[in-house]
């Protein structure tokens, strides 16, 4: 079986790319770059790659692309196949479509929830471009074979996301049952690719692809400093600091400027690759109840 490596990349349609452009490199500290051949679009990098997050103007405000790599040519073919004897739509991108991802190969496909992913192989990665991120920062993200980071996606039932992304080579299973106040539990479900703790999680139906995308500092002092700027920011802290039971990460969640939330954190481990859930988090991580949309209660303990 074929399986997915990492995500590699994230795109997102964005209403004010203005705004991002002071929210992503002012508060979180990325580098934002931008290229001739595509005006209107803007590159944000974390590490050696091209980009990691390619952000486009239009209304959408939510994900357009979440890119999971393939180890090469071989794997990408073998992957469309597996894809399709599974019953899923596959669409071959173009050779321009993948230029304009910086990619050799990329195909589309959507997740049971409509969720847009591509699956690739061949990013552009530019060892003669050093990291320089818009503002000074005492350390730098964890990327690294673990990808840009993890995201919570849409679902429209843990079984068929469970299903759909087993297709893709990942693991995973529930690791939250969160005890309700009717008597039910809200259970979570976490799916890894590599060394990653997890790379998507799936909670309650909510609106939007993206529930939250999550960037891991290797400076515990970025995270507190990256806490300051939002907090002097017009950008609530949606979620307060604390540490999750599963991946141990020390992290707070501040709204972004497309609605949906920007996870910091530090300090998680490794994935387990062993089955175990958790009834809340190890301590923190209080949501700003009045602020949260559908769909955004998931992480709260
Ligand atoms: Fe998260």
Redesign the pocket.
């Known amino acids: 079986m074929v399986a997915v490596t990492e995500l590699g990349y994230v795109c997102f349609g964005v209403a004010d790319l203005g705004a991002w452009r002071d929210f992503a490199g002012g508060i979180l500290g990325l580098e934002v770059t931008q290229e001739p051949a595509h005006p209107g679009k803007l590159f944000l990098r974390t590490d050696y790659w091209h980009h990691r997050i390619l952000l486009e103007e239009n209304g959408a405000d939510d994900l357009t692309g979440a890119g999971l790599r393939v180890a090469g040519a071989e794997e990408f073919a073998s992957m469309r196949a597996q894809l399709e004897a599974g019953g899923v739509k596959v669409t071959t991108g173009s050779s321009q479509q993948a230029a304009e991802r910086y990619v050799h190969e990329v195909m589309f496909v959507r997740d049971p929830a409509d969720n847009p992913l591509e699956i690739f192989h061949g990013p552009r990665v530019d060892p003669h471009r050093p990291f320089h991120p818009a503002r000074p920062r005492h350390g730098r993200f964890l990327t690294g074979d673990g990808g840009v980071g ?1 995201m ?1 996606l849409r679902n429209k039932g843990l079984d068929e996301a469970y299903a759909f992304y087993r297709l893709l080579g990942m693991r995973g299973g529930v690791e939250y049952r969160v005890p309700l106040p009717d008597g039910n539990e809200a259970q979570v479900l976490f799916m890894h690719c590599n060394e990653r703790d997890h790379t998507f ?1 799936f909670g309650p139906p909510g609106r939007k692809s993206i529930n ?1 995308l ?1 960037l891991q500092v290797d400076n515990l002092d970025d995270l507190f400093m990256t806490q300051e700027l939002v907090q002097a920011s017009e950008y609530p802290i949606l979620i307060s600091l604390g540490r999750h039971a599963n991946d141990h ?1 020390l ?1 707070f969640y501040c709204q972004s400027p497309s609605g949906w939330m920007v ?1 910091i954190g530090w300090g998680g481990r490794p994935a387990t690759h062993q089955s175990e859930y958790y009834t809340r988090d190890t301590f923190g991580h209080v949501p700003a109840a009045d602020r949260m949309g559908p769909g955004m209660s998931i ?1 709260r303990e």
């Open positions: 993890h919570i999680a939250h999550m990460m992290s996870e992480d």
